[in-house]
């Protein structure tokens, strides 16, 4: 692949437009402004809205009767780096090995969004026109929900209307295998504080007194599940899931994805979850109930004899199609309520979430895309799900009324929002391949 698509892919990633962490919103910002800039080079007509928090940026080529309207999306802000001793070379200073581009952002979203936007630019500086009326939807707020995102799409039906969207911010099942994802996870998530005696307290002296907020904060952590089983058992935590059809059980059941492979990406001995199903119906098709971050007391070297004020919990909740993300946390807040400690005072702030997403893979728009992956890659397409989330997706359907196709490029070893996040230079230079035969198929 040219050397100015790796260098344009290298500029890109040097902004830390970390989204979450507002030290980093000049960062963000100069991000924005590097889009701007590289789509307006590439002849389109860009525009870029500040929000409350993070610039959204929209670019079409010329609209013209009688063809379809394209919407892709991407995002351009990205996780936080930290535990950075962990990373091999610095997460903003673009590392090349081999195959593998390594800096955050590089799989998610950067390396994929970059590869339509070059895809787009070929075809322009080739044939003056897209096939398609194209809108460039980039947004610097999915790592952290899209919490600006859907009043945007509100406020801007008209001009972003379209008759479907792309978006490359999925995986892979392997390597050189393309993959249509036709269902995403929604999320919930909630923070905690558990708050109990006024100050710090000796344990000795007050140990059987009072309520101590750390074992409280364990035992709501641990009220969740049933250990035997897996299953959530916040009461009414499942009543709106969607049973698998048959046939995905089957199609993923023959995937290169099994038991083994998942022990050995995520390095557990042994895997674990809900009763009945198979890893990949539990990731991709099923809810859980995740812990993501808890504490309380003291953290440092050797003991100290304390029941400490307070304690925390960060909980998550990954939702299958028809649960409703402030259902479930509704019901979650009933469920710790009823077990919370007398004399511990429960204040729970409730996070980002987004609605799961399901489309028809054999829709017409599906097939167009799947046709697109196998002419890049040689191979069909797997159908797949995914248990990961994009908030703004099933927005798309709700407010633009448009489906949206997943075509995404990330490798099971492409290490998202962890240390050593990396991009497969292959798959970039077929992402910009993809692009070009995506929209001639749509
Ligand atoms: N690209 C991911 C979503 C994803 C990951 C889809 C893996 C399919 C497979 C996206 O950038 C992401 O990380 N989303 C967050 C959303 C959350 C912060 C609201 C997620 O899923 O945790
Ligand atoms: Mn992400």
């Known amino acids: 692949m040219p050397q100015t698509d790796i260098d344009a892919l290298i500029e890109f990633l040097r902004f830390a437009s970390i989204s979450t962490d507002s030290a980093f919103a000049g960062q963000v910002n100069e991000c924005a402004d590097w889009l701007v800039d590289r789509l307006e080079r590439g002849g389109l007509d860009v525009e870029k809205y500040a929000t409350a928090r993070h610039p959204v940026v929209v670019a079409k080529n010329a609209q013209k ?6 919407m892709i999306y991407g995002h351009y802000d990205v996780q936080p780096v930290d535990p ?33 936007l070059l895809g787009v630019e070929k075809t322009l500086a080739a044939n003056k026109d897209l096939p398609v009326n194209l809108i460039f939807l980039f947004e610097g707020e999915e790592e952290i929900g899209s919490p600006n995102l859907e009043p945007f799409l509100n406020e801007h039906r008209d001009s972003l209307a379209c008759d479907v969207v792309a978006v490359s911010d999925t995986g892979m099942v392997a390597p050189g295998l393309p993959t249509f994802t036709y269902g ?83 390095g557990a001995t042994s895997l674990y979850g809900e009763e009945g199903y198979t890893t990949l119906e539990r990731t991709w098709g099923r809810p859980t109930a995740e812990v993501n971050g808890i504490g309380g007391g003291y953290q440092g070297e050797g003991s100290k004899t304390v029941i400490p004020a307070e304690s925390m919990l960060k909980l998550s909740f990954r ?6 993300p402030g259902e479930i946390l509704a019901l979650v807040r009933k ?44 191979k069909p397409a797997a159908l797949i799900r995914e248990g990961g989330s994009i908030p703004i997706v099933q927005a798309f359907k709700d407010v633009l009324e448009a489906d949206t196709l997943l075509l995404g490029l ?27 035969h995506l929209l001639a198929a749509l």
């Open 184 to 266: 995403l996870r929604g999320i919930a998530c909630m923070e905690i504080t558990l708050h109990g005696p006024t100050s710090d307290l000796h344990s000795g002296i007050y140990g059987g007194a009072v309520a101590n907020p750390a074992t409280a904060v364990a035992q709501l952590a641990g009220s969740l599940h049933n250990v035997t089983n897996g299953r959530v058992i916040v009461d009414g935590f499942y009543d709106r899931v969607t049973p698998l059809e048959k046939w995905e059980s089957k199609a993923w059941n023959e995937l290169p994805l099994g038991d083994a492979e998942m022990k050995e990406l995520t």
């Open 65 to 70: 009767a009688g063809r379809k309207t394209v």
């Open 84 to 116: 950075l001793e962990l990373w091999d070379h610095p997460p903003f200073e673009p590392h090349i090995d081999g195959d593998r581009i390594f800096a955050r952002g590089s799989t998610d979203n950067k390396g994929q969004l970059l590869a339509h």
């Open 335 to 378: 469920h710790l309520a009823a077990r919370c400690p007398k004399g511990i005072q429960l204040d729970i702030t409730e996070g980002h979430d987004g609605k799961p997403y399901k489309v028809d893979p054999h829709c017409d728009f599906g097939k167009a895309a799947q046709s697109a992956l196998e002419t890049t890659f040689g």
């Open 410 to 436: 990330a490798l099971p070893d492409c290490r998202a929002h962890a240390p050593n996040e990396n991009f497969s230079l292959e798959n970039f230079a077929k992402g910009i391949q993809l692009n070009q």
């Open 319 to 324: 939702l299958v199609p028809d649960q409703e």
